[in-house]
């Protein structure tokens, strides 16, 4: 599952570097592992904070289950590098 990510290092690592996105996708990854993404999503998205475009990439990458596992991978594999 991961492989498929393995070419995007350079996109890992940008997240890696950037402490709230990074630790917004791990969350992310948490919720998605445990079933529990659907309720932030709809609270995401009626969030009127959060502008339209932002909220649809947000909702893009929390449907993309292989994407969220290979960041939340990358960066507890490279946690003592950093």
């Known amino acids: 599952m991961v492989e498929a990510w393995t070419g995007e290092i350079e996109?890992?690592?940008?997240?890696?570097?950037?402490?709230?996105?990074?630790d917004l996708l791990?969350?992310?990854?948490t919720m998605s592992a445990?079933?529990?993404?659907?309720?932030?999503?709809?609270e995401l998205l009626a969030d009127e904070e959060v502008d339209a475009e932002t909220a649809g990439k947000l909702a893009e990458l929390a449907t993309d289950a292989t994407f969220l596992h290979a960041?939340?991978?990358?960066?507890?594999?490279t946690a003592v590098l950093h």
């Open 71 to 77: 960041v939340e991978d990358y960066v507890h594999r």
């Open 11 to 22: 996109t890992l690592e940008a997240i890696a570097q950037q402490a709230e996105t990074r």
């Open 26 to 29: 791990l969350r992310m990854a």
């Open 34 to 42: 445990r079933g529990q993404l659907a309720p932030f999503l709809e």
